[in-house]
């Protein structure tokens, strides 16, 4: 099982910047995917973006490609979400996540159902 705790998140303009943080502990695997999320109040949680824990592949909603970035570093079992050009609809509660893949084939997931451990949120707020 895999623990998974964010910070970061805050209020900002519109067009400001944020950066969040998940730290991992426990058995991470070079199989894992690990997400970001986000659910807006009355809304469905939906995906952000996700890194493959045993290389470089990304994927992100297309709502957020360009101005959202997933890095990580594994000397320190952290997955990052920088947030540029935050809009007003980007406000949420953005949870951290994370999945196996159990083949380094399979592309990243996009379905929540696909991540079975998950942080407890950490909320982001837009103001225009």
């Known amino acids: 099982q895999v623990q998974l705790v964010e910070s970061g998140g805050g209020l900002v303009q519109a067009g400001g910047s944020l950066r969040l943080t998940c730290a991992a502990s426990?058995?991470?695997?070079?199989?894992?995917?690990i997400g970001w999320f986000r659910q807006a109040p009355g809304k469905e949680r939906e995906f952000v973006a996700a890194?493959?824990?045993?290389?470089?592949?990304?994927r992100y909603a297309d709502s957020v490609k360009g101005r959202f970035t997933i890095s990580k570093d594994n000397t320190q079992n952290t997955v990052y979400l920088q947030m540029n050009s935050l809009k007003p609809e980007d406000t949420a509660v953005y949870f951290c996540?994370?999945?196996?893949?159990?083949?380094?084939?399979?592309?990243?997931?996009?379905?929540?159902?696909?991540?079975?451990?998950w942080g407890q949120g950490t909320q982001v707020t837009v103001s225009s």
């Open positions: 426990g058995r991470i695997s070079s199989t894992h995917d």
């Open positions: 996540a994370a999945g196996r893949a159990f083949s380094l084939y399979r592309p990243i997931a996009t379905a929540k159902e696909a991540y079975d451990s």
């Open positions: 890194i493959r824990w045993s290389d470089t592949r990304t």
